[in-house]
């Protein structure tokens, strides 16, 4: 994310789907720092302060503090920031679907985590699996519209067919992963983290994307 | 690790190399769709540009004809006329006339040699003769000199000899900017000094206008080309467009004025 974050600072663009990408990147940035900060004590000076400040986070099977909330959150905020970026892109043909979907993900995350899972314990995975398979839908829409519009520009050269084909690589190859990820993580504990390399990857790519789209 | 375990693994690993294949066929394919679509654009656009400079050409061609027309039938018929009716005022007997009616008489004769001197420049403003019989920078030398002779205007120019007639389409074209720019400074600059200079380069002829008048600047030009009272602007642009020349209005820090006029040629 600092990539993106600086090639921004560089390149200043002024488009109207930077705000949201931006803030998604900024709240990303900080996100993923605490979640590193505190995962497996990798750094223990922090474990007492923010089990004191944050005593939710701490879970006594764990017998520490745990920083999956941070994942769960990420995901929320990352389907709900996207579908704003889309938005932007182009309020006429993305309002409807926003009208659809974002009531419908709303719903699922509340009910999910009131009934089924808690968002404290466990990065949950229908709750990643679910925000793919949206941003891929808005993802899918996004090149419908592009195919339909008549005045195409050279594809190379449109800022947001570089995030979206990033987003597209990124939500396609994750989907399966995230739909698994909870019967991985029982059954095959070395497999989940090597395909979690893959995640890594694909996100890194994404990031680089973010970053071309940028220029001008 | 079980076998359900390795079911799952295996069912994950088939499904990122089945999405992964999937999402880059399809990106490939939208990618093809789009360029495809953006090179028609390109051909299209290029067709539309290549109309548009036809029916510059046509409409040039044929202000050039009509032109041409006026300024004979000027020459020919009105002139004529003119000269035939001075002929028969120059053989009149004058002698029985009183002295007032030899004053009208000659005030007459007078007003018919003006008349037949201005039918003469606007029949060779319309259609330049020496143009066609010694060149563009004659031509331009010749038209400044008449243009400014009398008036409070001076004018310099200093034009590259070597620069011979490359193409008398072109150099009809750019005799037509010329006059038409000079007589706007003129018009609505009130210079009183006007420089025009060229310089012949690499296939490129760079012509420069120079005046301390109240000039235009190249966004007052873009935007009073595009205004109906601006007909005599559009035309310049047009046959710029037509010459896939260039033209530049700047403001000098001295104050001054200068539009520099770039036109390809063939040498």
Avoid at chain 1, 47 to 54: C, G
Avoid at chain 1, 73 to 78: F, G, K, T
Avoid at chain 2, 133 to 149: D, S, V, Y
Wanted: net charge neutral.
């Amino acid at each position: 994310m600092l990539i993106p974050l600086t090639f921004y600072l560089i390149w200043k663009p002024k488009d109207a789907w930077v705000k949201p990408v931006v803030i998604y990147l900024v709240i990303a940035f900080v996100l993923n720092l605490v979640a590193d900060m505190i995962w497996k004590k990798g750094l223990p000076f922090l474990e007492l302060p923010i089990r004191d400040a944050f005593p939710f986070l701490y879970v006594p099977q764990y017998t520490q503090i745990s920083n999956n909330i941070f994942y769960n959150v990420h995901s929320i905020i990352r389907m709900l920031l996207f579908t704003w970026f889309f938005y932007k892109l182009d309020p006429f043909f993305f309002k409807k679907l926003n009208l659809a979907v974002i009531p419908l993900f709303v719903g699922f995350t509340i009910i999910n985590f009131y009934f089924f899972a808690n968002i404290i314990v466990l990065p949950n995975s229908a709750l990643f699996a679910v925000e793919a398979a949206f941003l891929l839908l808005y993802c899918i829409v996004y090149f419908v519209r592009l195919n339909k519009d008549e005045r195409s520009t050279n594809p190379f050269s449109e800022s947001s067919f570089k995030i979206v084909s990033g987003l597209t690589l990124y939500n396609a190859i994750n989907l399966p992963i995230f739909i698994f990820y909870d019967y991985l993580i029982i059954s095959n504990d070395t497999y989940s983290e090597d395909v979690w390399t893959v995640h890594n990857i694909t996100y890194i790519v994404l990031n680089i994307l973010i970053a071309f789209s940028f220029k001008k | 690790m079980n076998s359900g375990g390795n079911d799952i693994s295996f069912l994950v690993t088939i499904s990122i190399a089945v999405m992964l294949l999937v999402v880059a066929g399809f990106l490939l394919v939208v990618m093809m769709n789009q360029r495809k679509k953006w090179f028609l654009q390109k051909e299209m656009s290029g067709l539309k540009e290549h109309q548009q400079n036809q029916l510059i050409e046509a409409a040039v061609r044929s202000e050039e004809s009509e032109r041409h027309r006026i300024a004979e039938m000027l020459h020919d018929e009105v002139g004529a006329l003119l000269s035939s009716s001075r002929i028969f005022l120059v053989e009149m007997n004058t002698e029985k006339l009183t002295e007032d009616d030899k004053q009208d008489h000659a005030k007459v004769k007078e007003m018919i040699d003006e008349s037949i001197q201005k039918v003469r420049t606007i029949s060779h403003n319309l259609h330049s003769t020496i143009l066609k019989e010694f060149g563009l920078n004659e031509a331009i030398r010749h038209f400044m000199k008449k243009i400014t002779g009398g008036t409070v205007v001076n004018s310099t120019v200093e034009l590259d000899d070597e620069y011979q007639i490359s193409n008398a389409e072109t150099d009809l074209a750019v005799y037509r900017i010329i006059q038409e720019l000079v007589n706007n400074l003129i018009k609505h600059a009130h210079p009183r000094l006007i420089n025009i200079r060229s310089s012949l380069g690499q296939n490129q002829l760079q012509l420069q206008i120079q005046h301390n008048g109240e000039g235009l600047t190249q966004d007052q030009f873009e935007e009073l080309r595009f205004k109906p009272s601006g007909l005599g602007l559009k035309n310049i642009q047009n046959r710029i467009i037509l010459l896939k020349g260039n033209i530049l209005f700047t403001q000098l820090d001295t104050g001054k004025y200068t539009i520099q006029l770039t036109i390809p040629v063939i040498i």
